[in-house]
């Protein structure tokens, strides 16, 4: 059973950081792409930021120049580093991955929440 597990989450104020960190049970090589999404309150769910095998990487318009989607192969191991946040920004993160194998996996999810 392939599981993805994040970590990080949490309060801050406006214009402080976080890290959310996302395991996988594994190798990430098997995963094309991995990405973090987010659901505000009465919000649908969007893609924030994702990063393919070869190392590119997408960024939601909204997060460019604050965020970084990195990931650690040996820890099996993907980041969301998260600067300036803005109360905008508040809401579900959700850790995301392509199976090659088959399917698509989702992290149980962790909380985000910016003060103004």
């Known amino acids: 059973q392939v599981q993805l597990v994040e970590s990080g989450g949490g309060l801050v104020e406006t214009g402080g950081s976080l890290r959310l960190s996302c395991a996988a049970s594994?190798?990430?090589?098997?995963?094309?792409?991995m990405g973090w999404y987010r659901q505000a309150p009465g919000k649908q769910r969007e893609l924030v930021a994702a990063i393919f095998s070869g190392g590119n990487t997408n960024y939601a318009d909204s997060v460019k120049g604050r965020f970084t989607i990195s990931r650690d192969n040996a820890k099996n191991t993907v980041y969301l580093q998260m600067n300036s946040l803005e109360p905008e920004d508040t809401g579900v993160y959700y850790c995301n991955g392509r199976y090659m194998m088959g399917g698509t996996y989702w992290g149980q999810g962790t909380q985000v929440t910016v003060s103004s």
């Open positions: 594994a190798s990430i090589f098997t995963f094309n792409p």
